[in-house]
């Protein structure tokens, strides 16, 4: 197993490497949005939008750091059992430990792509005014924005009521798409379009967990979490903050025979998110409120499912992921209507945007300690960047 980490991370540094000569993800994202003669947005909502997407790629979630496998001593017999015969949660964290000197790896592939802003798709980003008389300015934006991540994450007991656990993503970020420019000025056609692409490859930022058993009972079972994000990964190739943040997270949970119900409840710090001067769109002025500061937001996270050991050999769990993210914005795209001069245009909309995801999935155990893990991550709401249908799978292995 050491054998194979070192040559994968050998091959994740020579690829990164070698791509350090093409344009970055960020790069060419700015090149879409900010073309002078062929974005769509004003440079103030370009420069929200760009922010709102870097927000996305760096902390969509991931799933969770804990082992299927939990253990507890058995004091009669002197043993280690098993606490649970659920394998867990796929994006929530469980309030057992992986018991003392034990060790849990595991690896998951997850593929993310982003579909629209303000209801309206990615490829169809647009700002237009059409002229009663027939005249029409058009700008609009094209964008396809993936992200591909193997997180490779390590859980160990310290102590029976302790563990620590580090989350380590690796990805890459791709970004295509074209700003187009149109304009008929007395039935003169003028169009301009510029292509761009890029993609980046490298290491995200690195989540670092501590995990305290607080409660162990036949009825309930919590701990409590500290999380540390490092700033690792790099903001210009979409794959990290460039902040550091802290979440602190309380973890609750029953087992009711093969049902186990849980929820997580935390808080993330580590940021003052999107600071906007004063907004003035409503005495008169048609303009945007301008950003003045952005970093990382603060926010309240919640998850609540059910995992159920549907055999021995089989756990099915579904997620609901909520995340309530202060001092951000949302976007709306603001028509005038179809008769007379008519406005299309995105429009911010500071404030606080809440945010949910949905996650159904299974753990099949492939004999004795491995299991392979499948997941599937859906968007609930409509607020911000929406991503689309997001496919997980993975591994875990106990030692």
């Not at 162990?216 to 500290?226: E, L, M, N, P, R």
Request: aromatic share 8%; glycine share 12%; proline share 4%.
């Amino acid at each position: 197993m050491a054998a194979r980490l070192a040559i994968l991370t050998f091959g994740i540094l020579l690829v990164a490497t070698s791509a350090g000569a093409q344009q970055s993800a960020g790069a060419a994202l700015r090149s879409i949005l900010f073309e002078e003669e062929g974005g769509a947005l004003t440079a103030n909502t370009k420069t929200v939008l760009y922010d709102l997407l870097l927000g996305e790629t760096t902390t969509f979630p991931t799933g969770t750091s804990a082992g299927g496998f939990t253990w507890t001593f058995d004091d009669t017999l002197h043993v280690p059992i098993r606490r649970s015969r659920s394998f867990g949660p796929m994006f929530a964290e469980r309030p057992f430990t992986t018991g003392k000197g034990k060790l849990n790896v595991g690896a998951a592939f997850q593929h993310t792509t982003f579909s629209s802003v303000g209801g309206r798709p990615l490829t169809e980003i647009e700002s237009s005014v059409t002229y009663g008389a027939g005249d029409v300015y058009r700008r609009t934006s094209s964008l396809d924005v993936q992200l591909d991540r193997t997180i490779v994450s390590a859980t160990y007991g310290l102590h029976n009521k302790v563990d620590v656990a580090a989350i380590v993503p690796f990805g890459s970020a791709g970004v295509s798409g074209f700003a187009f420019y149109y304009q008929r000025v007395n039935s003169v056609e003028d169009t301009v379009r510029n292509d761009s692409s890029g993609s980046s490859f490298g290491i995200g930022d690195i989540l670092v967990r501590t995990k305290v058993a607080l409660i162990a009972s036949d009825s309930f079972d919590a701990a409590a979490a500290v999380d540390i994000r490092l700033p690792t990964g790099d903001p210009e190739k979409l794959l990290g903050t460039g902040f550091t943040q802290t979440r602190v997270m309380f973890i609750g949970g029953t087992t009711l025979g093969s049902v186990n119900p849980h929820v997580n409840v935390g808080y993330t710090f580590g940021g003052e998110g999107m600071v906007f001067g004063a907004d003035n769109r409503y005495e008169g002025s048609s303009g945007d409120p301008e950003l003045q500061t952005r970093q990382p937001s603060e926010e309240f996270n919640y998850t609540a499912g059910v995992d159920i050991a549907a055999t021995p050999r089989i756990t099915i769990a579904g997620d609901i992921i909520g995340r309530v993210v202060r001092n951000s914005a949302g976007m709306e795209y603001s028509d005038s209507g179809p008769s007379g001069d008519r406005e299309i245009r995105l429009e911010i909309m500071p404030g606080t945007v809440h945010k949910l995801l949905g996650a159904v999935g299974a753990k099949i155990s492939v004999g004795g300690a491995w299991l392979l893990t499948g997941t599937v991550l859906f968007p609930l709401s409509d607020n911000g960047i929406r991503p689309a249908v997001t496919p997980v799978i993975g591994f875990e292995r106990a030692f």
